[in-house]
């Protein structure tokens, strides 16, 4: 029998009705807002799709991270984990409703100039070819399936396992594992594809085959800054101070450490050298562009900071276990994920310009000060990068609403599975 | 106690099951270790596949003189497709000697203790693949006596390497890994040396076994020591698994040629090569067992796991080939396209199914619990991946060689009877070095073994559990 610290608060009880209470308010309230912003001409319609798309992409790949996590932790029968367990249950399971948030994607997609793919110019060969792929209707049927798999899993994952608080009946985990195995598979497929069609197609004319790990990777991130952030958050509102120990902090702080950092620079390093180094002009430029104005200082700011100074602050074990200096990085890991989600959803390519010039100098001076054909506008004013208050209130609305829901959802259970057959071990294990 | 000892394949998410079976104290797994190397005869099994394991590498000494006194015009190697079999089989066993870091580096840092029944003999397989491996493009360079141009020392010719090339970047990726296995496998071998000296009844055992055991003595500052070392040696080695194939793979991948250039290559070379290096502990693991009556220490639950990796890493290659299928036709480019049908369709699709079905389809029998629990079907499961993993890279490279931009320059690939020597006789050299391993050196980590017993952990916590 497992004896759980008797002196700790495991329940959210009143926190639940406030986070969700103002989680709906502001979550409501930022995206309203944007949408006024987006009618109101101020910015124009299109940028609200692509700043509301960058929200999305970058809370999806927070649950799907989570989801992840949770599938991974059932597949390799983990113990370590189970305290910390149903905070990631909690996330994921907003991929139940994520689809709701996905509609303003689709009104993009049928309305705005969200895909260029859409509506190909007349003559266009290439676009011509992907018709079997790119195609409006096939598209929303991919995401509906994308949908109704992710949700599905999440929904049985939380459900077995606060099932499993009520009678602690260790069949379960057993059915828990078994699915996990096809899950699992299931999980790899959708996830890749999902982020080639909504993110990858945004430049419908480039590819790579590794986009879907990048992806992954990414979200890996996402997922574990954020897990180790509402662990310290809970922990300061006096809950689950007992169960969730040093120890806990340190294999989370692994995690990210191993996927979030070292496994994201890896994967990114591998896709940006070997296009690099080909130099076929199909596939470089997607990072042409990246390495222009500001677009350029946000990639160097992701090799440092997403990698090399995350790299050496947490690659010793002290900085793990020590609460606030973890901490402190897992926010700055999710500030500049969203960096990445940024710097992988926003940068459009002004392909004229690049089929136009003929160095790279050249390049650089024409984004400067050219002028955009037929326009009064520059390069630079319309494909740099341009901060807008639309990138904030969506991604804020979105999160708001991820943290109401997940406040509901954890409401009336127990924020550790109390009956998990493996609990003990999780309550008792040492980093030696 | 007792009830348990028999069978852990047992699936209860209460309770942990046993990693050693039987009823051994200390004293005699040390003894049914060691006993694989003081018998005083080996099993004749042994003998029998030593001589044959001698005669090939015999071949392989032959054919390799013969290679030197003639030139590489000997093998099959010719306009368009240059880079033929010895590439073919650097990359191959480069893969192979992938599952002994893995087993030994990640596995230990997943704190996966059932690791310590088969990392040991996994490591020392990585070593002797690694030692197969270099062989090849060594010998490939043609003028094999200006060997050294290709070591970046300062000369008075004034002569570099191409440091842009990533064959130079082979070089050391493949040297970097061979040196730390090395001694990662070395260093954890330390205590279990010390034993077989302890015990050793010959003046020549002990003072040789002595030598290698750097006077371990098993004081606790021994222990203290050892286990910092290996702890940081594990967290080195991590990347190099990742590093070694991914560094491989861009061989191909930084070219533009339509199957080699794309993204993805790097971890799928990386998924590809753990895949092959477990199914070779297996081939290697079910006959060892057998042989010595370690079934106890390499338990079913052993074979098992590893059996799931295999399903796993497998269905990775699998994504990969899916991706690879995909993005040729999405990419919109004629020759990417091309290059994939071609493969499929073409001259070499009786090489690529031979991959697809050996990669792909194969390791799914392992979703079935039955299928994991059959040593002849894990066995010849893992034949057919071994067999599998050499032809995708045989498709890899002569298929995307053969049948480039330029039709008037395609060619077929045919290798010459000494490619085929060549190949057999570094399975002959693999397995001599195996055997010689087997016979010489504890081929089961005996003091990590002891660690994993449950009589190690008798007083623990029962309110744990």
Redesign the interface.
């Known amino acids: 029998?497992?004896?759980l610290p008797d002196n700790e608060n495991r329940h959210l009880g009143d926190l639940a009705p406030r986070v969700f209470r103002w989680g709906v308010i502001v979550g409501l309230g930022a995206i309203g807002l944007s949408v006024l912003i987006g009618l109101s001409g101020e910015a124009s319609l299109d940028r609200f799709f692509r700043s509301y798309l960058l929200g999305f992409i970058f809370v999806l790949s927070l649950c799907l991270g989570a989801l992840f996590f949770v599938i991974l932790q059932h597949l390799t029968?983990a113990?370590?984990s189970v305290v910390i367990r149903r905070i990631a249950e909690g996330l994921a399971g907003n991929l139940t409703w994520l689809w709701i948030g996905f509609i303003p994607v689709v009104v993009g997609l049928y309305m705005g100039d969200l895909y260029k793919w859409v509506d190909p110019p007349e003559g266009d060969?290439?676009l011509k070819?992907?018709e079997a792929?790119l195609d409006t209707t096939f598209w929303l049927v991919r995401a509906v399936f994308y949908f109704a798999v992710w949700g599905l899993l999440a929904r049985y994952f939380v459900r077995c396992s606060m099932d499993q608080d009520e009678h602690g009946d260790?069949k379960n985990?057993?059915r828990m594992?078994r699915v996990a195995?096809p899950g699992m598979?299931l999980y790899?497929?959708t996830q890749?594809f999902a982020i080639i069609d909504w993110v990858m197609t945004l430049e419908p004319?480039w590819?790579?085959?590794?986009?879907?790990?990048y992806f992954f990777s990414a979200s890996a991130c996402g997922f574990a800054a954020m897990l180790i952030i509402l662990c310290a958050l809970l922990q300061r509102t006096g809950r689950v101070t007992q169960s969730i120990t040093t120890e806990h902090y340190h294999d989370l702080g692994?995690y990210l450490f191993a996927f979030g950092i070292?496994f994201w620079a890896?994967?990114a390093y591998?896709?940006y050298?070997?296009?690099w180094?080909?130099n076929?002009p199909?596939e470089t430029i997607w990072f042409v562009i990246r390495q222009l104005g500001g677009w350029k200082s946000m990639s160097i700011l992701l090799l440092l900071g997403h990698f090399a100074g995350p790299f050496l602050l947490l690659l010793s074990r002290y900085p793990k276990r020590f609460k606030g200096v973890l901490t402190a990085a897992c926010v700055w890991m999710l500030f500049i994920h969203f960096v990445d989600i940024y710097w992988l959803v926003m940068p459009r390519i002004p392909a004229e310009l690049i089929d136009r010039v003929t160095s790279y100098p050249q390049l650089e001076q024409e984004f400067a000060t050219g002028v955009i054909p037929g326009t009064a506008l520059t390069y630079q004013e319309v494909y740099d990068l341009n901060w807008h208050l639309l990138d904030l209130t969506c991604v804020v609305g979105l999160l708001s609403l991820i943290g109401a829901m997940t406040a509901r959802r954890l409401r009336d259970h127990c924020l550790i599975p109390e009956k998990d057959?493996?609990l003990?071990?999780s309550?008792?294990f040492d980093n030696? | 106690m007792t009830t348990l000892a028999l069978d852990n394949t047992f699936?209860?998410?209460?309770r942990?099951a046993p990693l050693v079976l039987g009823h051994d104290e200390f004293s005699t797994v040390t003894e049914k270790i060691c006993g694989v190397n003081e018998a005083r005869r080996a099993p004749r099994a042994w003998y029998i596949a030593f001589a044959i394991s001698l005669f090939f590498t015999g071949i392989l000494g032959v054919m390799i003189l013969y290679l030197f006194a003639t030139g590489v015009g000997v093998w099959g190697n010719q306009n368009p497709v240059m880079w033929g079999f010895p590439i073919i089989n650097f990359v191959f066993w480069i893969g192979i000697g992938h599952a002994g870091t893995l087993i030994s580096a990640i596995l230990y840092?997943f704190?996966q203790k059932w690791r310590t029944a088969i990392n040991r003999f996994a490591e020392a397989m990585t070593i002797f693949a690694v030692i197969c491996a270099l062989m090849f493009p060594s010998i490939h360079v043609g003028r094999v006596w200006v060997l050294y141009w290709t070591i970046p020392i300062p000369n008075q010719m004034e002569l570099w390497p191409q440091f842009r090339s990533p064959l130079i970047w082979d070089f050391f990726a493949v040297g970097t890994y061979f040196t730390v296995s090395f001694l990662f496998w070395y260093v954890g071998m330390i205590p279990d040396l010390a034993t077989l000296r302890d015990r050793a009844t010959t003046r020549l055992r002990a003072i040789v076994y002595g030598i290698f055991a750097l006077g371990w003595r098993g004081s606790i500052r021994h222990w203290h020591r050892y286990?910092r070392a290996y702890l940081l040696l594990a967290a080195l080695a991590t990347?190099l698994v990742?590093s070694v194939h991914?560094v491989v793979s861009?061989d191909f991948?930084?070219?533009?040629l339509p199957g080699w250039?794309?993204?993805?290559?790097?971890?799928y070379f990386v998924a590809g090569a753990i895949f092959s290096g477990f199914a070779m502990v297996m081939t290697l693991a079910i006959p060892a067992r057998q042989l010595w009556g370690l079934k106890d220490f390499i338990t079913l639950r052993h074979l098992e796991n590893m059996n799931k990796i295999i399903l796993v890493t497998g269905?990775m290659v699998g994504?990969?080939y899916i991706?690879?299928f995909f993005?040729s036709w999405?990419?919109?480019?004629l020759y990417e396209w091309f290059g994939f049908a071609n493969r499929a369709f073409g001259p070499y699709a009786w090489a690529y199914w031979i991959m697809v079905s050996c990669n792909v389809l194969v390791p799914q029998i392992f979703?079935f619990k039955a299928a994991r629990q059959s040593i002849w079907v894990m066995f010849i499961a893992s034949l057919l991946v071994n067999l599998g993993m050499w032809f995708e890279r045989f498709v890899i490279i002569v298929t995307s060689l053969a049948q480039d931009f330029l039709p008037s320059s395609w060619g077929y690939y045919v290798p010459t009877w000494v490619d085929l020597l060549m190949l057999a006789g570094s399975f002959g050299l693999f397995l001599t070095l195996f055997l010689l391993f087997c016979r010489y050196l504890p081929i089961i980590a005996i003091a990590e073994v002891k660690a994993v017993m449950p009589k190690a952990h008798a007083h623990e916590?029962e309110?744990?559990?």
């Open positions: 029998m497992v004896i029968k113990g370590w060969e290439l070819h992907k792929y260790p985990t057993l594992q195995a598979v790899a497929f890749t004319y590819y790579s085959t590794m986009f879907g790990v692994k070292f890896y994967i591998c896709q050298m070997l296009i180094y080909a076929i199909e057959p493996r003990g071990e309550l008792a030696y | 699936d209860d998410p209460t942990r840092l704190r286990e990347p990742l991914s861009f991948a930084i070219s533009q250039h794309t993204t993805i290559f790097p971890p269905s994504y990969a991706m690879e993005t999405y990419s919109g480019s979703w916590s309110a744990s559990r």
